[in-house]
């Protein structure tokens, strides 16, 4: 037998309480009894975006709110600017283009974060962008950008702010009024603790605004339509009834535990897995700002990335992900988003540390474990 643990940056666990509200008989949507689950739900999710507004829930992978944010918010032609710092930019920059936007790209080396003077300069040049797009969080190489700091730039202009927050809400701060974004999404295969399968999104006042003259088409992904439908507390098409009752336990854990706690947990898991990383002298790929949802570290460059990934998922049962593109081979990335706790890091650092052994590396077993546990120390009870 192996015992699978599943330690990438989504889909990440699902904890048993959930997996047990989702067990329960499929109930129809358009009943009394769906629309309580689903206000319970709604209103949680305003308070994990920190905003005022609706938030959508989309039966969808989180793409489809990136989609979704294009077709409603934009018209033909119109410029946009795509911070493009990887595979979730990239991925900005090809929705965008598909439905007939000029994409301007500020493209950042992968690991490393937008520089805000780039994105303000690149606006002052272009005064006709309409809207920026960015991940808060770039999970292909484990970089932050400085969501913050751009949105004070974009909230000045007619520009609006769309933030792809799919591993960055319910990980880190990102108070979507106060900061001023105008589009937060999220997915709940991540720090959501669900299975795939649900997006949600949240649009600033002046986003709602701009839907009404985005002339791009639109059908399933008709926010305004959802909008409707959830102020009555239902969905315009038939929902994902089972997710939907698993997002109102996964939210009841998350505001058990308060938003600052979690926030917390978050950088304590990342700095220890960082601490385990460097005291395998493994190099991070984004040392500037790492994300507080995964860390990306460099193999030996001796050792191949996608055989060690392969090795430690189907012959430990430890499940990372390897990286893509120019990282094909080369990177390891270790979720640490959702539910994830102490002994989920010290497996990770163990395993890792095991396989890279494994295949010749020069490590001092325990050595990493060791550094980990160093920090993990600091969130044990009294
Ligand atoms: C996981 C993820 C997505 C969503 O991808 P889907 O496969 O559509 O769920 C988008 N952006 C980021 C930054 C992600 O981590």
Request: aromatic share 8%; hydrophobic share 45%.
């Amino acid at each position: 037998m192996i015992k699978n643990y599943l330690i990438a940056p989504g889909p990440t666990p699902v904890p048993p309480r959930v997996l047990l509200a989702m067990a329960q008989p499929v109930i129809h949507h358009r009943t009394p009894q769906f629309s309580q689950i689903f206000a319970d739900a709604k209103r949680a999710l305003k308070q994990l975006f920190q905003t005022e507004q609706d938030v959508l829930i989309l039966a969808a992978s989180g793409t489809g709110a990136m989609e979704g944010s294009v077709t409603n918010l934009f018209s033909p032609g119109e410029e946009v600017l795509v911070i493009n710092g990887g595979k979730f930019g990239e991925r900005w920059t090809k929705i965008a283009s598909s439905y007939g936007l000029q994409v301007a790209e500020l493209k950042v080396e992968w690991g490393r974060s937008a520089r805000v003077e780039d994105v303000r300069r690149l606006l002052d040049e272009r005064p006709g962008i309409r809207g920026v797009f960015i991940q808060a969080s770039e999970t292909s190489t484990g970089a932050l950008h400085p969501t913050e700091e751009i949105a004070r730039i974009t909230r000045q202009r007619d520009t609006l702010l769309i933030v792809d927050g799919i591993t960055a809400v319910g990980v880190f701060d990102v108070p979507m009024d106060r900061w001023g974004i105008d589009v937060l999404i999220t997915g709940s295969q991540k720090a959501l603790m669900l299975p795939p399968g649900l997006a949600c999104v949240a649009l600033s006042e002046r986003a709602w605004q701009r839907t009404k003259e985005a002339k791009l088409p639109r059908f399933y992904f008709d926010f305004a339509r959802e909008r409707d439908n959830l102020a009555k507390d239902t969905t315009a098409w038939t929902p994902a009834i089972s997710l939907i009752t698993g997002l109102r336990e996964s939210l009841a854990i998350i505001f058990e535990e308060g938003l600052p706690r979690v926030f917390a947990r978050h950088t304590r898991m990342a700095a220890a897995t960082r601490a385990g990383a460097t005291a395998l002298n493994l190099d991070l790929v984004a040392p500037d700002a790492p994300s507080p949802a995964l860390t990306a570290m460099f193999v030996p460059p001796k050792v191949d990335g996608g055989k060690l990934v392969s090795y430690l998922r189907d012959r430990m049962g430890v499940t990372f992900m390897g990286g893509q593109d120019q990282f094909k081979g080369k990177i390891v990335r270790i979720g640490h988003l959702g539910y994830t706790g102490t002994f989920d890091i010290v497996t990770a650092i163990a395993a890792l540390e095991m396989a890279l052994h494994h295949f010749g590396y020069d490590v001092v077993l325990g050595r990493g474990v060791a550094a980990a546990e160093g920090v993990l120390m600091a969130g044990m009870p009294d």
